[in-house]
């Protein structure tokens, strides 16, 4: 698999919490990564000592890394309900959809990303678009220039206001995100 994100939890179970058991800690750290479906990780909670059919059939995601926080409150979202919509996305084996999934969780939310995945499965990205270390100065010259491919004459090139165009496209589908701009269409 390609080295993305690392999308990391520790699953925990809420009756093992409660009585403040040996796995009351949860398991150990699970790269998602590693795993292709969810009876993969079933095993491995079960050589860590989970009894999954009795005290520890309630699980919970007891801390994660890799995706960034969003207002998620973790503890009511079901390890095996991420880990499958993780995977049906397909950012846990691609580096740029991961990018894409960044971004995107940056401007809008986990939630609304989990409704894509759930409506178009891993074609959830097909209309998102990144334009890494653009700001909207940069994405209008990109636009006029490479997308809509107009030959501006050099003489010409000093009267095109990129900064006024750049400023139309925030309300066009565009939004800023910590390296540049997305693009989102649906």
Not at 8 to 27: F, H, K, Q
Not at 36 to 51: A, P
Not at 119 to 125: A, F, L, Q
Not at 140 to 163: R, S
Request: proline residues 2%; hydrophobic residues 30%; negative net charge.
């Amino acid at each position: 698999m390609i080295s993305t994100g690392n999308v990391s939890i520790v699953i925990g179970s809420w009756s093992s919490y409660n009585a403040c058991n040996e796995r009351a800690l949860g398991s150990s750290w699970l790269n998602l990564e590693d795993y292709n479906d969810w009876d993969e990780i079933v095993e491995e909670l079960e050589k860590q000592g989970f009894e999954l059919d009795g005290i520890d059939e309630e699980l919970f995601i007891q801390d994660i890394e890799g995706i960034p926080s969003s207002g998620v409150n973790w503890d009511y979202v079901n390890p095996q309900t991420l880990f499958e919509t993780l995977y049906e996305s397909g950012i846990l084996d691609d580096n740029y959809k991961y990018e894409v999934f960044e971004a995107y969780v940056e401007v809008r939310s986990y939630r609304d990303w989990e409704e894509l995945v759930n409506n178009y499965g891993s074609r959830w990205d097909d209309d998102i678009n990144l334009y890494r270390k653009m700001d909207y100065t940069d994405l209008a010259h990109h636009m006029i220039h490479e997308v809509c491919c107009y030959e501006i004459p050099e003489w010409l090139e000093n009267y095109v206001d990129y900064e006024a165009y750049g400023r139309d496209l925030k309300f066009d589908g565009y939004e800023e995100y910590s390296d540049g701009i997305i693009e989102i269409r649906r």
